[in-house]
């Protein structure tokens, strides 16, 4: 039995989307300021990222076209480098990275909730839990059930960016005081670079449902061209409405970015209108999340490489539904434990420590499997994939040099994988 192909373009572009803009894009812009206190190079950090990410977003168009199965960055790993990476990834991923980053956006919710409901601490975690027994449900119902929640709260979060952005740029409100423009440097455009980054990631969630997108050697390619795409245009946008009522000093100064634009631009409601921004953000990242990632494990599971229940689909709804269950709970537990603090210092690291070798992949499967159909080759080759690769090697780099304390965990955390792997190998 496998998992139906149910996702159309509209589906696959709001997951893109939908996982891409979460709170990001209220609270980041206040480091980016710090970093470089000039509008003009905010603007350019911004779309200097957004291209660097589409570089990214284009290696796995091709990949995910030309390898359209269930797992996405897991089967691309097992392709390319073989099964030992792969399952690393899966590893990692499954008890690090993205179930700390669900962690992480369920206890934002609680904790932006507390705007219009007073709550307390242990409250806050139970609406966190809550919110993640929720959204498992839904996803355990069915990819058409997680697609219509994933499709209407990314309508609702870009309507509702669309309002402010729209009272920012056609409002009456007065202009923002003069600010000087600082000195700017390199390592500050580094530092602003790195905040960037990270509000666009979520762009790799499409490659794990390609096995259940319809016509995938179309609709992967132009989803993720697509949900990038707006992606990149709604965070620039944020950023030049941002600037027409704030200064950049003003931006630096506070970190409620978006709360305090919507003030000046909407009036007193402004902050509570950005509180449900976010939060609509928050579910639809959520969401995402737990539709596609439990489709690693599923995919690992079929190799024999993860527990034999995670490779199970449900008989009616046609889902991973131990994998997307077993995940929830994961993540609900480390919600609970606060666990998902100190994990988030080292998610990042690991996550782009794959999606460097990931994108390296597809140089190697260009040799290795020349005969692999390829309805999509990646535009600007080999130049975009040495541009984006760089940068994550950087990145991945950078992180040994600057925080030298999660980069050695998180690579602990990783090769902690290598014994079970080969536990896992002599079971099989």
Excluded at 234 to 250: F, H, N, P, T, W
Excluded at 298 to 306: M, N, P, S, T, Y
Excluded at 365 to 381: N, V
Aim: charged residues 10%; glycine residues 10%.
């Amino acid at each position: 039995m496998e998992l139906p192909r149910k996702l159309g373009l509209w589906d696959s572009t709001a997951i893109v989307v939908g996982t891409i803009i979460g709170a990001g894009i209220f609270l980041v812009p206040n480091l980016v300021a710090r970093s470089l206190p000039s509008a003009g190079w905010m603007i350019a950090a911004w779309v200097f990222t957004g291209a660097l990410s589409f570089f990214g977003a284009l290696a796995y168009a091709e990949l995910g076209a030309m390898i359209p199965a269930t797992g996405g960055q897991y089967v691309f790993l097992r392709e390319a480098w073989g099964p030992l990476f792969a399952f690393l990834c899966g590893w990692t991923f499954f008890f690090v990275v993205l179930s700390a980053s669900v962690g992480w956006l369920a206890i934002t919710f609680a904790t932006y909730l507390a705007y219009f409901v007073p709550i307390g601490p242990a409250t806050a975690k139970a609406v966190a839990v809550a919110l993640i027994a929720t959204v498992t449900a839904v996803n355990y119902r069915g990819v058409t059930v997680g697609a219509g929640v994933q499709n209407s709260f990314t309508a609702i979060k870009l309507a509702a960016l669309a309002v402010l952005i729209g009272a920012a740029f056609f409002g009456a409100h007065p202009p923002p005081p003069a600010y000087p423009p600082g000195p700017v440097t390199l390592s500050g455009f580094g530092v602003a670079m790195i905040s960037c980054v990270l509000s666009y990631d979520g762009w790799v969630a499409l490659s794990f449902v390609a096995g259940e997108v319809k016509n995938p050697k179309r609709n992967l390619p132009l989803a993720i061209a697509l949900g990038l795409g707006v992606a990149i245009a709604v965070y620039v946008l944020a950023i030049v409405a941002y600037l027409r009522v704030l200064s950049v000093g003003e931006i630096a100064a506070t970190e409620r970015v978006g709360a305090l634009a919507a003030e000046r631009s909407l009036g007193a409601a402004g902050g509570n209108f950005v509180a449900f921004s976010i939060l609509m953000s928050i579910v639809g990242g959520i969401n995402g999340w737990c539709m596609t990632a439990p489709r690693i494990y599923f995919a690992q599971a079929r190799d024999g490489l993860f527990f034999k229940r995670f490779a199970a689909i449900h008989p009616r709804f046609e889902t991973p539904y131990i994998s997307i269950v077993m995940f929830g709970a994961w993540s609900a537990l480390l919600a609970i434990t606060g666990t998902y603090e100190s994990l988030a210092s080292y998610a990042m690291f690991a996550a782009w420590a794959f999606y460097a070798l990931t994108t390296l992949g597809l140089v190697v499967l260009r040799y290795k499997r020349p005969d692999l159909p390829r309805p999509y080759r990646m535009t600007g080759y080999p130049a975009t994939l040495a541009i984006f690769a760089l940068v994550a090697i950087g990145f991945v780099v950078n992180t040994f040099v600057a925080t030298p304390r999660p980069a050695v965990i998180g690579s602990f955390l990783i090769l902690s994988g290598v014994p079970v792997y080969f536990l896992w190998k002599t079971r099989v």
